[in-house]
């Protein structure tokens, strides 16, 4: 069918960015959020990715995600539990909890959007129940349990952290570059953009403890600028306020050849800030899990 100019004018004005709107879900970025696109090649830096490898153990589907238990932990009654959120490559996750001591991994993906994760614990007693399973399908009492996730992933952490009794039973928290909230306005700037403070919450709590030595906490963030909805950077600019903590510049290497920016340490809070804004540089965090999971492990 042939369009005549005012049907075109109506389609471009409904596809602009500016007739979008961001279509937050409490606070949180859904998985039909438009947000403004990364530049999705670089080469200003290598952008090595790891080679796939599926560790030897057992596996078991569950409700939620696949458990793994690495070969030489198969007969424990007793193991840590890490439990990683938006990985739809599990070997991943996988690989890395392979390489620590005594460790379980239950790989979670649910698709795009931080909300879509943070719904999967609308219910408080879905984390007790999904662990509950993993027990008792795999004859293993999960003595420890942590968290990861990358991206939205980190919406489930949240959503999980919010409940008491979930909190309690958390140890450790590894939040890769997906820490995000609403603009209180829709839109960010003029200058310093006023971020919506709710989702943020369970942060600045698990935040307090980790300073306090009864948590641990790492939480990286990249440069990206979503446009719609806080990015990372703002929302660990944020946080570091509400912890009265100041951020250290750096200029060194990471993991997955990124580039480091900014470093805070307190207690057993670890928050590192790194260099690009590009989806490459989203991704070098994500394969950068091996390393991160060690680091978490330390404390």
């Given at each position: 069918m042939?369009?005549?100019?005012?049907?075109?004018?109506?389609i471009?004005?409904?596809?602009?960015?500016?007739?979008?709107?961001?279509?937050?879900?409490?606070?949180?970025?859904?998985?039909h959020?438009?947000?403004?696109?990364?530049?999705?090649?670089?080469?200003?830096?290598?952008?090595?990715?790891?080679?796939?490898?599926?560790?030897?153990?057992?596996?078991?589907?569950?409700?939620?995600?696949?458990?793994?238990?690495?070969?030489?932990?198969?007969?424990?009654?007793?193991?840590?539990?890490?439990?990683?959120?938006?990985?739809?490559?599990?070997?991943?996750?996988?690989?890395?909890?392979?390489?620590?001591?005594?460790?379980?991994?239950?790989?979670v993906?649910?698709?795009?959007?931080s909300?879509?994760?943070?719904?999967?614990?609308?219910?408080?007693?879905?984390?007790?129940?999904?662990i509950?399973?993993?027990?008792?399908?795999?004859?293993?009492?999960?003595?420890?349990?942590?968290?990861?996730?990358?991206?939205?992933?980190?919406?489930?952490?949240?959503?999980?952290?919010?409940?008491?009794?979930?909190?309690?039973?958390?140890?450790?928290?590894?939040?890769?570059?997906?820490?995000?909230?609403?603009?209180?306005n829709?839109?960010p700037?003029?200058?310093?953009?006023?971020?919506?403070?709710?989702?943020?919450?369970?942060?600045?709590?698990?935040?307090r403890?980790?300073?306090?030595?009864?948590?641990?906490?790492?939480?990286?963030?990249?440069?990206?600028?979503?446009?719609?909805?806080?990015?990372t950077?703002?929302?660990?600019?944020?946080?570091?306020?509400?912890?009265?903590?100041?951020?250290?510049?750096?200029?060194?290497?990471?993991?997955?050849?990124?580039?480091?920016?900014?470093?805070?340490?307190?207690?057993?809070?670890?928050?590192?800030?790194?260099?690009?804004?590009s989806?490459?540089?989203?991704?070098?965090?994500?394969?950068?899990?091996?390393?991160?999971?060690?680091?978490?492990?330390?404390?």
């Amino acid at each position: 069918m042939k369009l005549g100019w005012p049907g075109l004018l109506v389609i471009l004005v409904a596809s602009s960015p500016a007739a979008q709107t961001p279509q937050l879900e409490h606070g949180l970025p859904g998985p039909h959020t438009y947000q403004n696109p990364s530049p999705m090649v670089e080469h200003t830096r290598a952008h090595p990715r790891l080679a796939k490898e599926t560790p030897p153990g057992h596996r078991e589907e569950l409700t939620l995600g696949t458990l793994f238990i690495p070969q030489n932990d198969e007969n424990a009654r007793s193991l840590r539990l890490f439990i990683f959120f938006h990985s739809n490559n599990a070997w991943l996750p996988e690989a890395a909890a392979a390489r620590e001591s005594r460790m379980a991994v239950l790989t979670v993906y649910a698709g795009e959007g931080s909300s879509r994760y943070a719904r999967l614990f609308t219910d408080p007693a879905a984390f007790s129940k999904l662990i509950a399973e993993a027990e008792s399908r795999s004859g293993v009492k999960f003595s420890e349990i942590d968290l990861g996730g990358w991206s939205a992933g980190c919406g489930a952490e949240g959503a999980i952290l919010s409940d008491p009794d979930s909190y309690r039973r958390v140890s450790r928290v590894l939040c890769i570059d997906g820490v995000h909230t609403g603009y209180v306005n829709g839109k960010p700037g003029p200058l310093e953009s006023q971020i919506q403070p709710e989702p943020l919450q369970p942060w600045v709590k698990f935040g307090r403890d980790a300073i306090a030595g009864k948590k641990r906490l790492i939480i990286t963030h990249s440069e990206i600028f979503p446009g719609t909805f806080a990015s990372t950077t703002e929302t660990s600019d944020y946080l570091l306020r509400q912890w009265e903590l100041k951020t250290h510049a750096v200029l060194k290497w990471g993991p997955m050849g990124t580039q480091m920016l900014s470093e805070t340490q307190a207690g057993r809070l670890l928050m590192i800030g790194f260099a690009g804004n590009s989806g490459p540089d989203h991704v070098d965090e994500m394969e950068s899990l091996p390393e991160y999971l060690n680091w978490l492990m330390r404390k």
